[in-house]
């Protein structure tokens, strides 16, 4: 069936690398993608999203890729800190009003 | 602070008793939703609300029972649960329309003995 997945579940950084979290997705018809962060004992935080008409979006430090001909999106962090250490979702626009979540990423941000 | 809340924010419960879980979400939106997350596992869709009306119950057994009485508040009352319903209850809102992007509130940890 339809999915959206995660191609690591645990990436390792040091403090003020880069970090680049990715993910795959198969249903072509998704319009509309995001990305949740998600720290110990909270709910999941918005960071941003992107829709299908563009390939990319920028925040304050971090950046949505997406690449319809291969259904990957991609998060990259700038200068990632310790307070970035969190697990973080994408999801995808999946019928009437409800997204379709993957399994999580945890990043790990070393001092 | 994303402007939903949920409480309590934990909860032990046995197999017969009869509890509920509060969201009220302080955005002015018009749909709500109850998500399931279990350990490695993606968040589970359980209901979603529009316009206090239901419009997806995602094949969730009936000792969930969801209730919305104004576009503000949703309810989840549990009753007769076992133990493989321990999980972190999370509800979302979204501003309705066109807008696809949920916020989500902080969760309720729940443990079923």
């Known amino acids: 069936g339809e999915n959206v997945g995660l191609h690591l579940p645990t990436l390792s950084v040091q403090e003020g690398d880069n970090s680049i979290i990715n993910c795959a997705y198969s249903?072509?018809?998704?319009?509309?993608f995001i990305w949740y962060k998600q720290e110990s004992g909270k709910g999941p935080q918005f960071i941003i999203d992107?829709?299908?008409?563009?390939d990319k979006r920028q925040g304050q430090r971090v950046t949505v890729l997406l690449n319809k001909t291969v259904k990957h999106l991609s998060l990259q962090i700038a200068a990632t800190q310790p307070g970035d250490s969190a697990v973080y979702f994408c999801a995808e626009n999946s019928g009437y009003s409800t997204l379709t979540f993957g399994k999580g990423t945890m990043l790990l941000v070393s001092p | 602070e994303t402007g939903v809340t949920q409480t309590p924010r934990h909860l032990v419960m046995g197999m017969t008793n009869k509890k509920s879980l509060k969201c009220e979400q302080h955005l002015g939106h018009n749909a709500m939703y109850w998500y399931k997350q279990s350990a490695k596992k993606p968040l589970e869709l359980m209901f979603v609300?529009?316009?206090?009306?239901?419009?997806e119950n995602n094949s969730v057994p009936s000792r969930f029972s969801p209730e919305c009485p104004n576009s503000s508040h949703l309810f989840l009352h549990l009753h007769t649960l076992q133990p493989e319903d321990s999980a972190l209850y999370l509800c979302?809102?979204?501003?309705?329309?066109?807008?696809?992007?949920?916020?989500f509130g902080p969760g309720t940890r729940l443990t079923v003995l």
């Open positions: 609300y529009s316009l206090e009306e239901r419009v």
């Open positions: 992107i829709r299908s008409n563009m």
């Open positions: 979302a809102s979204r501003a309705g329309g066109e807008t696809d992007t949920q916020y």
């Open positions: 249903n072509s018809a998704s319009d509309y």
